[in-house]
């Protein structure tokens, strides 16, 4: 007579009794069991593993299942089986269509939910406009004036009559106290914005005129670091208006410059085929990174603050770490074979962007050192190139006195702005809040993002603008020029 499980009703491979029920058990199935529920499955009594005594058989023989003796029997189980997995099936594809409705709904849901709140924000400033403009209109419900050619009236003990009834605001007045309004509102915007700039001279060699590259220390937006055609690098102070060092090294003119946003380190590059690294406390140059055997056409620092890209003549890239000077990495585009004019880094410094000869940009997974995305479009070669601090957008200037604007999560361009015939532009700059474009070149000008519509242009610099840069909050901004000269304009 087979032993059976009690628990499973089928022969147990290692059959053990209980002393609590005396039934017997597949020992795997009744300490699963004990281990749920320290009780006997039969009784409810307490037990324990320990108290399971195996029972000694020799090697038991399974039965075959009563469904599974014949032909027949197997296949009516495969055909069972088959319907079940294809009834499986059926009811998979049935949630899965659920939840493609659903998601289609929910996009749409929010889709319509930032309409709405575009049409509010939109909504909300154009009342916070039209109350600006009635406030200066609070106050003037006067008195009823009398018309000169009519002397007052008076009573009969020489007092002034009291007048009740008066004429009130025409629409003409209204409508002329508006256009008045909006005409001062206009001037007062422009004042604000359009304020006499600062201007500093003397920072660089008169002999070699040109300030050629620019940047603000991002921790103390103050400090101001400029690179020459006189071949120096000049770290100056806004608040002292002085000069805190003149470091000297490159052999030719020196092109880019970082400060870096929390040490007293500033970087250089050059035509000389060097990136410098200097220590603006020391006055010295600390570190010499020769990654290139071409001029040096951009730099960018890394989020980290511990690696620097660098672009050249020579076709490549190179990623560098500014510790020890060393090259890490050194890539080309061996199917272009043009020279790379201008490299950025991405917000997240996980990708970043080159400009070319050929009028490419190009953009780089920096982890693979992989061309992952190119955007043709400009018919000259790149010159500058600038991400936005939300990472969306790539802001890209050429020789072809063009602008234009790239979506990174499309990988297209959405908006070309053409500039005046022979407008060259030399430099571009999010401000930190991605609010403001700013452009340098023939002139400077300042963009609001989203519309992309022109509310700045200063035309105070004599000579070709290198250089421009945002302050904190973008409260002024600064540019830099081939007629040697600094200027702060307060936004």
Not at 27 to 39: D, F, P, S, V
Not at 160 to 180: A, C, H, R, W
Not at 409 to 438: C, H, M, P, W
Request: hydrophobic content about 40%; some cysteine.
């Amino acid at each position: 007579m087979a032993l059976v499980c009690a628990i499973s009703n089928e022969v147990p491979e290692h059959p053990c009794v209980s002393p609590v029920s005396n039934q017997v058990f597949e020992r795997r199935l009744i300490e699963k069991y004990i281990a749920e529920n320290g009780t006997d499955p039969m009784n409810g009594q307490p037990l324990s593993e320990e108290q399971l005594v195996d029972i000694k058989v020799s090697h038991p023989i399974r039965p075959k299942a009563p469904s599974a003796t014949s032909i027949p029997a197997i296949l009516k189980s495969l055909q069972d089986e088959w319907d079940a997995v294809m009834l499986h099936s059926f009811t998979l594809r049935q949630q899965l269509q659920t939840t493609r409705q659903e998601l289609s709904h929910a996009l749409y849901q929010h889709d319509a939910a930032c309409r709405v709140i575009a049409r509010l924000t939109k909504e909300v400033t154009a009342a916070r406009e039209a109350l600006a403009t009635l406030k200066p209109q609070a106050g003037l419900v006067a008195p009823q004036a009398v018309p000169a050619s009519q002397p007052a009236a008076a009573g009969a003990g020489g007092e002034p009559m009291e007048i009740s009834e008066q004429v009130g605001m025409t629409p003409e007045i209204i409508q002329k106290l508006q256009d008045k309004a909006t005409i001062l509102t206009t001037e007062r915007k422009k004042l604000m914005l359009t304020c006499a700039p600062c201007c500093l001279q003397g920072l660089h060699s008169a002999s070699v005129p040109g300030i050629l590259a620019l940047d603000l220390c991002p921790s103390d937006t103050n400090k101001v670091l400029t690179g020459g055609a006189d071949k120096n690098v000049v770290v100056f102070d806004k608040n002292e208006e002085q000069i805190v060092a003149t470091l000297k090294g490159h052999t030719k003119k020196v092109t880019s410059v970082i400060y870096h946003p929390s040490q007293s380190v500033v970087f250089s590059a050059s035509p000389d085929n060097t990136i410098r690294v200097w220590s603006v406390a020391g006055g010295n140059c600390v570190q010499v990174v020769r990654a290139h055997e071409g001029g040096v056409t951009g730099l960018s620092l890394h989020a980290t603050g511990d690696y620097l890209l660098s672009s050249s003549e020579d076709q490549y890239w190179a990623f560098s770490d500014i510790q020890t000077g060393r090259v890490l990495t050194k890539v080309t585009d061996e199917s272009a074979g043009c020279a790379l004019t201008c490299a950025q880094f991405h917000p997240d410094g996980l990708i970043f962007g080159t400009g070319t000869a050929d009028s490419q940009i190009k953009i780089w997974d920096l982890k693979e050192r992989t061309n992952v995305a190119n955007f043709p479009g400009h018919s000259g070669p790149v010159t500058s190139i600038a991400f936005s601090e939300n990472g969306y957008y790539l802001a890209t200037g050429a020789q072809d006195s063009s602008l234009k604007l790239w979506d990174l999560r499309k990988l297209k361009n959405f908006k070309t702005i053409t500039l005046d015939n022979n407008y060259e532009v030399k430099s571009l700059v999010f401000d930190q809040s991605g609010t403001y474009l700013a452009v340098g070149g023939s002139d400077i000008r300042v963009y609001i993002c989203k519309q992309w519509s022109e509310v700045l242009n200063f035309t105070d610099h004599t000579g070709l603008v290198t250089g421009v840069a945002f302050g904190e909050n973008a409260q002024f901004l600064t540019s830099a020029g081939m007629d040697r000269s600094l200027k702060f304009y307060s936004l």
